[in-house]
């Protein structure tokens, strides 16, 4: 409805936007303020929001409400001790940007030999950390329009992968897990692996569930199919990755180059899904199917690590020690005060570096998440860049926007699929 006020019966009149056009009616466009409070803003987005009746005009995004220096912050501090920042940028994707910051010291240190179970652990987790990511997503994004179903079941299967967090880390969220050079993995054991095959199976039984509501469901295609379209020049200028460019039909998963491949993911056999028409539609099947294709790689990794690294119950690998103080292995346990002085020494002075600097991307469950670190031979480094897929989704929304309802608008939120964590920083 929209009101127009009548002077000279001095009250205002409710119509509709067909009686608008029917009568004639000069309608006045409003300015509306859409968070930073609102639910469907998913936290501290702000949006201002030119509306002419319910169709959006124009739309202007407001951010940094957020914003905590984190770049900055990671270079006060020592290499191995700025791990535990990346957790809190994407709070829902974790072990993937730790990912992202290890490869780059790794980079730095000129290890390019990592041992392959060290590849297949990485993996492993970010796979689950891919589970974890799109089941928020998609569950959260039926929540902004209106169903309810796919959010309980989602979050049985999120609980089931933060215990793993748990069980490696400590932290069901911020687990800071993953660490640079090859380290020493005493905590995998052959239960936890079964324990995550076994929830393989159920996650399955789960995402036909979601499957079943979610996809053939009218009123969600009605919400969907042709809301937010965006075509390939789109995603060349908005540098769209991920996901949102894959919905155009756009080729592009690091996980699949044949060159730079990360983790030795161009030796697992995995798809990547793409779409045709560029709508929110497409893009929820493509985080469904890559839920799918996530487990299948789980499964793959799996089975590799207890059919080829166990014996019994104990893992059988012992990786190269590159500082003698960096790791200690069972074998050479701390024995006395000269060995634990040392390793405290090491641990509050931190590692030296090369001077130089490198670039380091992986593929994220949001887009392409990318570190860039510079460094002077000194245990901090002088310079970090970090490229987050959200930030650069978030420019689009205008232009995706524009021409819908603002009923629209929370189902194009949801598409993107954005934590402010990473767009502030």
Same mark, same amino acid.
């Given at each position: ?110 290890v390019t030999d990592i041992p392959t179970p060290t590849k297949l652990i990485r993996v492993l987790f970010d796979e689950l950390t891919r589970i974890l990511n799109h089941m928020l997503a998609v569950a959260c994004h039926g929540l902004d329009i209106g169903n309810m179903s ?98 155009? $039909? ?6 699949? &180059?044949?060159?730079? +491949?990360?983790?030795?993911?161009? #030796? @697992?056999?995995?798809? =990547? ?93 949001? $887009? ?6 510079? &460094?002077?031979?000194? +245990?901090?480094?002088?310079?970090? #860049? @970090?490229?987050?897929? =959200? ?35």
């Amino acid at each position: 409805m929209v009101v127009i006020r009548n002077k000279k019966l001095n009250r205002s009149l409710f119509y509709s936007w067909t009686q608008i056009k029917k009568k004639n009616i000069k309608s006045k466009s409003i300015i509306v303020n859409f968070g930073p409070q609102h639910p469907a803003a998913h936290g501290v987005l702000r949006l201002i929001l030119q509306l002419n009746s319910e169709v959006i005009q124009r739309l202007d995004t407001h951010i940094g409400l957020l914003h905590r220096g984190t770049e900055s912050l990671i270079t006060t501090k020592h290499y191995i001790k700025s791990i535990p920042y990346f957790d809190r940028l994407d709070y829902v994707s974790m072990m993937t940007q730790e990912h992202a910051y290890c490869i780059g010291i790794e980079n730095l240190l000129g290890v390019t030999d990592i041992p392959t179970p060290t590849k297949l652990i990485r993996v492993l987790f970010d796979e689950l950390t891919r589970i974890l990511n799109h089941m928020l997503a998609v569950a959260c994004h039926g929540l902004d329009i209106g169903n309810m179903s796919a959010i309980f079941w989602a979050f049985e299967e999120r609980e089931k992968v933060m215990e793993f967090y748990e069980r490696v880390s400590g932290a069901r969220m911020h687990a800071a897990f993953h660490k640079p050079l090859p380290y020493f993995n005493f905590f995998l054991d052959k239960q936890l692996l079964t324990d995550i095959l076994f929830f393989v199976k159920g996650c399955f039984i789960t995402l036909n569930e979601m499957h079943n509501v979610l996809t053939y469901n009218k009123v969600w295609k009605q919400r969907l199919v042709n809301i937010g379209v965006l075509s390939y020049e789109d995603c060349r200028n908005y540098s769209l990755t991920g996901v949102m460019s894959r919905s155009v $039909g756009i080729k592009r998963d690091l996980r699949l &180059a044949k060159e730079n +491949a990360y983790s030795g993911y161009n #030796k @697992i056999a995995l798809k =990547s899904f793409c779409g045709h028409n560029g709508d929110s539609y497409d893009r929820f099947l493509i985080r469904m199917l890559e839920m799918g294709e996530s487990l299948s790689i789980i499964t793959n990794v799996s089975t590799q690590l207890l059919n080829k690294y166990f014996l019994g119950n104990k893992f059988q690998y012992t990786p190269l020690i590159l500082n003698k103080m960096f790791y200690k292995t069972e074998k050479n346990p701390y024995t006395s005060m000269e060995d634990l002085i040392e390793h405290f020494i090491f641990w509050h002075t931190g590692f030296i570096v090369n001077k130089g600097t490198t670039v380091s991307y992986i593929e994220s469950p949001k $887009g392409e998440f990318g570190v860039i670190l510079s &460094a002077d031979s000194t +245990a901090k480094p002088i310079r970090c #860049k @970090i490229r987050s897929p =959200s930030y650069f989704n978030l420019q689009a929304l205008p232009k995706l926007a524009k021409g819908h309802y603002l009923g629209d608008l929370a189902a194009l939120i949801g598409t993107i699929d954005i934590v402010f964590g990473e767009v502030d920083r």
